[in-house]
């Protein structure tokens, strides 16, 4: 007997295997290296990069919240 396995669609649980073959996969490629600002060292990956923001209390251009500046 296999097990099912079911994720929250819509507002619904549906069913992993009819989910997957229902909705389209949005696969995002990583980032591509580049040396940081603060100390030159090469940042290779997305998680990388998050890890580096939140160890130096960094955050990116764009990214910030309106809060930060009033």
């Known amino acids: 007997m296999s097990r099912?396995?079911?994720i929250h669609v819509d507002?619904?649980?549906v069913e992993k295997s009819e989910a997957i073959k229902s909705?389209?996969?949005?696969i995002m490629?990583?980032?591509e290296p580049y040396k940081n600002m603060k100390d030159f060292?090469?940042?290779t990956?997305?998680?990388q990069h998050k890890e580096f923001?939140?160890?130096h209390n960094l955050i990116e251009v764009?990214?910030?919240q309106n809060h930060i500046f009033k």
């Open 23 to 26: 909705h389209s996969v949005n």
């Open 62 to 64: 764009g990214n910030e």
């Open 11 to 13: 507002g619904k649980l």
């Open 29 to 31: 490629k990583d980032i």
């Open 4 to 6: 099912q396995t079911f």
């Open 41 to 43: 060292g090469w940042i």
């Open 45 to 47: 990956s997305r998680s």
């Open 53 to 55: 923001l939140r160890k």
